[in-house]
């Protein structure tokens, strides 16, 4: 196999085979023996409280995409952190035929009267084998970040990622944007604090040390609240001064976050959602070649007149979807995994 410690070669080409309406290819069979491989790879995915919202439909010749409503946030009324992780796992099942030697070829909403079917993805034309060796190790990162940069040529990579999956990655690179990006986020931290359904989802999704669930956030991936850290956005508290986090928080003498982004798209609709997710995974999967590690901030855009607020206060050319600070780091571990049996519909 032919590995790649550049940007994820899945791009224009890509692209030109993922389309809501396109003309379906001439029908290839997916290998039956490829399949578990490839279902494993889809969902590395990163997601919201590890909550994993997806499931699969395997077909001779595709695999169809659905959400898992058993697995959404009961605040996340519309659907949308659950479409934005349902577009990185559609990001990584891309991946996964990448890694079989073809170029995906996906149709969004295939059947418009089947709401929780997603996407459709068969093999498209053959090409270059590829495969994410950084894949195993990108996770979410909740902890200190170490000393260092990330390269400015990284940070345009990341931004050409977000912008091949139809999203732009807005930099806060000015103090000042930051600070009024900081002060929202803080407010955001403060208003979940007091929303009973908030606390009653972290409950749900956290797990204590030792359990053996493969869902939700390990006690390992997150730390006992602590005070708020100069360079860092609030971090949702997944402890609830339960006192059961085992990751070393952020000292405020450690290193701050190299930089901060917005993934912002155009619009807000399901499909504006799908693209998110593919972006973030992109970016993510770029970043991790690099042990740049991201933390992931939710939160502040759970809330509309918030979210609604750092759009007009940062100037963002759309609608923001999620918020990212990026930095060096190779502490950490990805969060467990369900089996793919699990994943099937």
Not at 10 to 15: F, K, L, R, T, V
Not at 168 to 192: C, F, H, N, V, W
Not at 325 to 338: I, L
Request: glycine share 8%; aromatic share 4%.
């Amino acid at each position: 196999m032919t590995q790649t410690s550049g940007p994820v070669p899945i791009g224009h080409d890509d692209q030109a085979a993922t389309a809501t309406a396109a003309a379906p290819p001439l029908p290839r069979r997916i290998p039956p023996r490829t399949v578990s491989a490839m279902l494993a790879t889809a969902a590395r995915a990163p997601s919201v409280h590890n909550t994993q919202p997806w499931r699969f439909a395997v077909g001779t010749h595709a695999i169809d995409l659905y959400a898992d409503p058993a697995r959404k946030l009961r605040y996340d009324r519309a659907g949308r952190e659950m479409l934005i992780s349902c577009g990185a796992a559609l990001f990584g099942l891309r991946l996964a035929v990448r890694e079989l030697g073809y170029l995906p070829a996906v149709s969004l909403f295939p059947e418009p009267s089947r709401i929780g079917l997603l996407a459709r993805v068969t093999l498209g034309p053959k090409a270059p084998v590829t495969a994410m060796a950084a894949l195993p190790h990108r996770h979410t990162h909740r902890g200190a970040f170490d000393p260092g940069k990330v390269p400015a040529t990284l940070l345009a990579g990341l931004q050409h990622d977000a912008l091949a999956e139809g999203a732009t990655l807005a930099l806060i690179d000015s103090p000042g944007k930051y600070a009024k990006l900081a002060a929202l986020a803080a407010e955001a931290t403060r208003m979940q604090a007091l929303n009973p359904a908030a606390r009653e989802e972290i409950l749900r999704w956290s797990r204590a040390p030792g359990s053996p669930a493969r869902d939700g956030v390990p006690a390992a991936a997150f730390a006992p609240a602590g005070e708020a850290v100069s360079g860092r956005l609030a971090q949702r508290d997944f402890d609830l001064g339960r006192h059961v986090g085992l990751l070393p928080g952020p000292g405020p003498d450690g290193p701050p976050p190299a930089a901060t982004a917005v993934l912002v798209t155009l619009g807000d609709s399901r499909a504006d959602w799908l693209r998110a997710g593919q972006a973030l995974h992109r970016v993510l999967a770029h970043a991790a070649t690099a042990w740049v590690s991201a933390s992931l901030h939710t939160q502040p855009l759970e809330f509309p007149a918030i979210r609604d607020l750092i759009r007009v206060r940062l100037a963002l050319p759309g609608v923001a979807q999620m918020l990212l600070q990026f930095g060096p780091a190779r502490s950490g571990m990805a969060s467990p995994r369900r089996p793919v049996p699990d994943l099937l519909v």
